[in-house]
């Protein structure tokens, strides 16, 4: 098994949408934790749930600079244009690190850790007592045209 | 991307030939001319380096596996540092819930 390829999460856009779960993308803490492509387990992005509930309890990376759990994305938004809408935060940094990571899941810390996001980096990423950067994309985190 | 080239009776030159298969049930060899003839499509993508001499660090790019796009860099320094950047596209979000890239 390995990092699964990028997929958003319908679960919490399920509970979302029949009021059982008060999630708001704008406000909540936001957070990326990264996973190593030694992740194994069924991947069911219909009804996982997210962070720290299988498959998403294991694997995460560990090393220096990093702790479990992640980093903030600090100023999430969710923002419509152009017919499309978009779901960004900050890009999150770790500093004088010593890690190996795969692929990131962004999840809202603040609401049962509902996944939002899979993104697998299609490729192993190592820094070695320097910064790991996941840098999104000009067009957000998350786009739903 | 792999096919097979069989030369043409006439022509010599080698056609694709699809469909067509090498080795038995039990995964033994059966056409090992056909095997040799086995040639790839694809190209092998190349990361792009850049140094700079000024900043004194080498920059070498990712490339994601399955697209063959650029996935980030990697920056190395001349201290032994290493920073590592990744540039996901965005996750869109659709009927089919593929993410374009990956």
Redesign the interface.
Known sequence: MAFPTSNWFRKVVQDALQNTAAVDLNADTIKCALFTNSITGTFAFDTDTGYGLAPWNANEVTGTGYTAGGAVCTSPAVTVAGGTLKFDASDPAWTTSTITARGGLIYDDTVSDYGIVAVNFGSDFSSVAGTFTVQWHANGILTIA | MGWVGVPDERSGERRVVSAVSLFDSDGKLTDRDGLRSVQFSGQRRVPTVTVDRVADTKTVE??????G?T??V??H?SD???????????????GT?H?P??
Request: proline share 10%.
């Open positions: 990712a490339i994601h596996e399955s697209t796009d996935a980030g990697h920056v320094h032994g540092r290493i920073d590592a950047v990744v540039t996901p596209p965005p996750a869109s979000l659709s819930a993410i890239g990956d």
